[in-house]
């Protein structure tokens, strides 16, 4: 269930350099509990304004205001307790020569005892299934598996909103499974998640609500189903939509009438329709 609304985004601009503008007048709310995917193509936008969310970037122009605070006045390390991001590649945000260290780094700057922190490692190691791997060096796991590792570190700081970059990347199908499970159990604690990726099967099955960027600028957003079912919308932005979305695209110009986000939605659809005639 959404709660009260945690950030707004309020008409933001930003510039990397003054040839570079990023974000073109940007402005969105998320709420407390949302689960929201974020998409478009390379350079639309998206992972800009996500670093703009913990205060990692600071608007050239507007506000981002994050639990009641402003980004530009706050200091960083505050907003990233509040609001975890976890980068797109993992080489990117591990630093340490153990897991346990590396999921501990951020309880400890937080100031727990031993005890809380030796909590919060094992709790968030069990979650991702890493329980075991204490000792192992970052760089002995898998790709995939120091993805699941950064995702454990800023689960162990219990932040209120998860910003996950192509957290999907590098993962198997049963990478994936316990990726949507986690995600499915943390929403259900009351987290917000927001999910820039670009596997849009990932969206269908994950996320409630979707924001559509190009060129800097949101042009879509709205519920995911709404979003991913608006074909000639992201062949704007060269977005294939899920391929079961594709095929029902292809059947309705068939005459056969068929919509769904899922494979499931899809059997559970045509399902009722063989029942009913």
């Not at 706050?74 to 999921?103: C, D, M, R, W």
């Not at 162990?156 to 994936?176: C, F, I, K, N, W």
């Amino acid at each position: 269930m959404m709660g009260e609304k945690i950030i707004e985004v309020k008409d933001v601009w930003f510039k990397y350099s003054e040839k570079v503008t990023a974000l073109r007048g940007v402005s969105l709310e998320v709420a407390q509990g949302e689960r929201i995917a974020l998409i478009g193509q390379n350079g639309s936008g998206k992972t800009t304004l996500a670093k703009h969310l913990n205060g990692l970037l600071k608007p050239t122009k507007g506000d981002v205001i994050v639990k009641g605070m402003n980004t530009k006045e706050t200091p960083t390390h505050i907003l990233t307790n509040i609001v975890g991001y976890v980068f797109q590649n993992p080489a990117h945000q591990i630093f340490t020569k153990s897991v346990y260290e590396e999921v501990a780094y951020g309880p400890k700057n937080q100031g727990l005892s031993k005890e809380e922190v030796d909590e919060r490692v094992k709790m968030a190691l069990e979650l991702v299934g890493l329980s075991g791997y204490e000792n192992v060096h970052p760089y002995d796991l898998n790709y995939g598996q120091m993805k699941l590792l950064t995702i454990a570190s800023i689960i162990a700081m219990q932040p209120d909103v998860y910003v996950l970059d192509e957290p999907t990347s590098g993962q198997d199908h049963r990478g994936r499974r316990k990726l949507m499970k986690l995600i499915d159990r943390l929403n259900r604690e009351g987290k917000t998640i927001i999910v820039i990726t670009h596997d849009m099967r990932f969206v269908a099955e994950t996320s409630e609500r979707t924001i559509l960027m190009a060129r800097g600028k949101i042009i879509g957003d709205g519920p995911t189903e709404e979003i991913l079912l608006n074909t000639e919308l992201l062949r704007q932005t060269a977005i294939k939509p899920p391929q079961i979305v594709q095929l029902c695209e292809g059947l309705r110009k068939q005459g056969i009438d068929l919509h769904a986000l899922t494979i499931q939605e899809a059997y559970q659809v045509l399902r009722r329709k063989l029942a009913a005639s």
